[in-house]
């Protein structure tokens, strides 16, 4: 298997984590704006960038663990992805799925902020 090892888990975790950046990121945008407070500027395409980088890793940190768990699995101590999960439930709880939240959040945050604002920039050219 070797340089093809964690694979699967990496293609299922960058495409969870894409869906949900581009859904959540329009839906909260969308969301700030029906309040009446925001105005389609810089501070609203920001705070929704920061929005859709922390639903991103909301909901793709389990895949990602589950990925990094997988790849680095030199011993066979896992058979599988589902394997992965059920063992990191079973023995560590389901924070563990959660572990690495804040440093995952500042690099997509970060991210998603810098991605967003400059999408919105270039398409009101």
């Known amino acids: 298997l070797g340089l093809w090892k964690g694979l699967g888990p990496n293609i299922a975790r960058n495409a969870i984590i894409n869906a949900a950046e581009l859904a959540s990121y329009d839906q909260i945008k969308v969301s700030l ?35 990094s768990r997988v790849m680095g699995d030199s011993s066979g101590k896992y058979a599988g992805v589902l394997d992965c999960f ?16 804040m440093p995952n959040f500042a690099r997509l945050g970060s991210w998603n902020v ?9 398409s009101q050219k």
């Open 33 to 67: 704006l029906a309040t009446g407070l925001f105005h389609d500027n810089v501070v609203t395409h920001l705070l929704a960038g920061l929005g859709a980088g922390f639903f991103a890793v909301c909901v793709g940190s389990p895949v990602d663990v589950v990925k």
């Open 114 to 122: 810098a991605m967003f604002l400059m999408l919105e920039q270039v």
């Open 86 to 101: 059920i063992k990191t439930a079973r023995n560590d709880g389901l924070l563990a799925f959660y572990n690495g939240f």
